[in-house]
């Protein structure tokens, strides 16, 4: 059980393009998603939670306006990277709470966006 | 402020135990967490302890906390190579909110 997907698993777009990424709960309702960022050898970085129905809150320095999130269900958030430039070039992972003892957040495989 | 912090890397041979160690900052966590990264994927929780508990076991895995010193220690017994991969540990004040991850240890088993 509490398992999450993303996808896509793997993009490559070019400049100036916009990209969405989809994370699913697959067999639990999740309330709560997150969206972390992860560089190479690095941890991961909090750029948003996600609760269903609602705006998403921003972690500082993260632009609400680049970085686009839609909780509209139970199972599914997106987040759109919206022109996007090599820099946003990054590993990008969902998490989901699925409640229940130790709140524990249940991790997407992750997106690698590479921008050219 | 928040911190969470771990060595970066440890190297083991096949057989033997592996203890990655992580020492964090905030007092009012209650939650503690391992979650296990392998290449290009994405993480596993491996075990959680709530801030009230001791020791923890699961199979191969023993987590020992100790509040006074914000000491957290994860033991691998009999450590595999599948074991090779990057453990991080991570904190939370209240369920459901956010995680703060420490840096990842990245574990080497050689055979």
């Known amino acids: 059980g509490a398992v999450v997907s993303q996808h896509p698993s793997r993009v490559i777009c070019k400049s100036g393009t916009s990209v969405k990424i989809e994370c699913r709960s697959l067999?639990?309702?999740?309330?709560?998603m997150f969206w972390y960022r992860q560089f190479p050898k690095q941890s991961l970085m909090l750029m948003a939670t996600?609760?269903?129905?609602?705006?998403?809150?921003?972690e500082q320095g993260v632009e609400k306006d680049k970085f686009l999130i839609n909780h509209a269900s139970l199972t599914l958030s997106t987040l759109t990277v919206t022109s996007a430039h090599p820099e946003d070039s990054s590993f990008y992972i969902c998490?989901?709470?699925?409640?229940?003892?130790?709140?524990?957040?249940?991790f997407g495989p992750g997106t690698r966006l590479t921008v050219l | 402020g928040e911190d969470v912090e771990q060595s970066l890397f440890l190297s083991v041979r096949e057989g033997d135990s592996s203890v990655i160690n992580c020492t964090y900052t905030?007092?009012?966590?209650?939650?503690l967490y391992w979650y296990k990264q392998e290449p290009g994927a994405g993480l596993q929780l491996l075990t959680y302890?709530?801030?009230?508990?001791d020791m923890k076991q699961d199979q191969r895995l023993t987590v020992l906390l100790n509040k006074k010193d914000k000491h957290l220690s994860l033991r691998i017994a009999d450590t595999q190579t599948g074991d090779s991969a990057i453990y991080f540990c991570?904190?939370?004040?209240?369920?459901?909110?956010?995680?703060?991850f420490g840096q990842g240890t990245e574990l080497s088993v050689k055979p």
């Open positions: 998490s989901a709470g699925a409640g229940g003892a130790a709140d524990t957040q249940y």
């Open positions: 067999d639990f309702q999740a309330t709560t």
């Open positions: 996600s609760n269903e129905g609602s705006k998403a809150t921003y």
């Open positions: 905030d007092s009012s966590s209650t939650y």
């Open positions: 302890i709530f801030s009230n508990m």
């Open positions: 991570a904190e939370t004040r209240n369920q459901g909110g956010k995680l703060i």
